[in-house]
Structure formats: C-alpha cells, structure tokens
C-alpha cells in the first residue's frame, strides 16, 4: 500500500512539474497577437482590419498567435491549448480557426475548430502552410506569410454554409433600430390611440403600464433588442401618461398636426467601432477537436 501511494504521488509530482513547465497561453487581447515583435503596427492593424471585416460578415472567427517557442511542447498541444483558452468561433458551431506560429522554432500550425473541419481539412491546411506560408517565411517576409494564409483560409470559409452572423443591434446604419424612427408620427398615432383606449379603460396609470408593456414586446419583437423593447416601452408610457398635455398643449395642435418627426434632430452612432473592439478581446465560445495540421520553414 505504501509503496502504490509513493508512486502515485511520484507520478501526480510528475504532472505538476510537466504543468508547470509548459509555456502559458497569452491572453487573447486581440484577433492578432505577437509576443516576438516580428510584425510591424501597420502589420497587426491591417491583418486586424481583414479578420474584422470577414467576421462581420461571415461569423467565423480567426485568429493569430506568434510566440517565440513552445519551449519543447509539441506544436500540436501548445495550438490545442491556445484554441481551447481562446475558444475562438460562434458557440455551438464552432467556426474558428488559429494560426500559431512559434518563430524560433520554425514551427506553425493552423488549429481548426469542429465545424469548419469539412472546409478547412487536413489536407488543406497542410497545402496553406506549405503553399501560402512557409515560401514567404523562408524569405523573411513574416507579415506576408500570415497575410496570404489568412488570406486562402478566409476564401476557403466563404465557401462553406454557415449560419448567418447575428446582426449588430442599436447599429444605425442597419436600419433595424432607428431612434428617429421612434418619433415617426405613423408609429406614434397608433400608441396614441391604443394608449388612449387603455388610459380609458384601466386608468391613467395602469393603462400606461399595459400599453407599456405591449409596446415593448412589439418592439423586441420587431428589433431583437431588449435594450431597445425597454427604451420602446419607456417612451410609450411617457406618450400614454402625457399624451393629451403635449397635444393641447402643442402649437398647432387643433390643425393638422403639427408634429414633426426630428429625422435631422440627431443621429444614433451605433456600436460597430465598440463590437469590433470588444469581439478582438474574446472569443464566441467554439470548441476544437485537434483538427488541422502543422508545418515548418
């Protein structure tokens, strides 16, 4: 008994000491992060402009590590590591992908999460590396290696079916969620009125709080927003409570209407520059198998 619990605690010893060696996974502060310095500012900030652009617009995420060495780790457990940290791609579809680069090594490899192994295969991967790459890493030219394999890898995700990305919500230039559209008169006359027969039947207050209410879940409905059902349903309590103060009270209010929507009384400047930002800190939550292959220069 003795000796199975010392060679137990040899053998937990032995992990520890192996756990405490490996190189640590950085932080994933950006869709492309480099500890080695090899790439420039202008490198970093116009690979991040194309990984931005494709993401927006496909959903897959990609990202790109550069690290002096794995330090004896096998590149293939130090990029699973990285993938399994970063946890890039949509959750439950899983359409990420890594590029880790161990420069002192001369080692790369492309990670490839669960549901773009049927695009970016084995095989496929090994020909980016191989075609794309490693020319361009042979010559020196760092930033033009990593640029045209992400390149390839973006052109080969496009081809693959993948749900849509979720749209940006609060984005003015979506038209989803238009604030001026709040004030539009033909969606002001029917909370009026509807806002009046509740006022009638339930009372100023709780009528307020029922045409409130439907009013918000319209608008989730129609916005996919809770932030903007919430903002809906305030402004229509606010409408239904002193509706017939602001009519009576109104220039023009006994003529034709004299309500005017406010369409150039301000604009909305929605959240891509701040989604960009704050998708470059995180990943979605995908998930990896070990798919994906590796390569040297």
Not at 41 to 49: F, H, K, R, T
Request: charged fraction near 15%; charge should be negative; include cysteine.
């Amino acid at each position: 008994m003795n000796a199975a619990r010392a060679s137990l605690l040899a053998l937990l010893l032995c992990w520890a000491s192996v756990a405490l060696a490996l190189v640590a996974v950085p932080p994933l502060v950006g869709r492309v992060v480099d500890q080695t310095g090899t790439l420039t500012s202008g490198d970093i900030a116009s690979l991040n402009q194309t990984i931005r652009s494709f993401e927006a617009r496909k959903g897959s995420q990609i990202a790109v590590l550069v690290v002096p060495t794995t330090d004896g780790e096998a590149i293939e457990q130090f990029s699973l590591r990285v993938a399994e940290a970063w946890k890039i791609g949509r959750k439950k579809i899983d359409d990420g992908a890594v590029l880790v680069i161990a420069k002192n090594d001369r080692h790369l490899r492309i990670e490839v999460g669960y549901g773009l192994e049927g695009a970016l295969t084995d095989v496929t991967t090994k020909r980016i590396i191989d075609e794309e790459i490693t020319p361009k890493f042979k010559s020196g030219d760092f930033a033009g290696g990593v640029s045209a394999g992400l390149n390839k890898m973006i052109r080969i995700i496009d081809g693959e079916k993948l749900p849509e990305p979720e749209p940006p919500h609060w984005q003015h230039q979506t038209g989803l969620f238009d604030v001026d559209a709040m004030f539009n008169p033909f969606l002001l006359i029917p909370v009026f009125l509807f806002g009046g027969l509740m006022r009638t039947m339930l009372g100023r207050l709780v009528g307020a709080g029922v045409g409130g209410g439907v009013v918000m879940l319209i608008a989730w409905f129609l916005f996919g927003s809770l932030a903007a059902a919430i903002f809906a349903g305030l402004i229509a309590v606010f409408f239904v409570l002193f509706s017939d103060s602001i009519v009576s009270s109104s220039p023009g209010s006994s003529g034709s209407g004299g309500w005017s929507g406010g369409s150039s009384g301000g604009s909305w400047s929605g959240g891509s520059s701040s989604s960009s930002s704050s998708s470059d800190s995180g990943g979605g939550g995908g998930s990896f198998g070990g798919g994906g292959a590796s390569g040297s220069w």
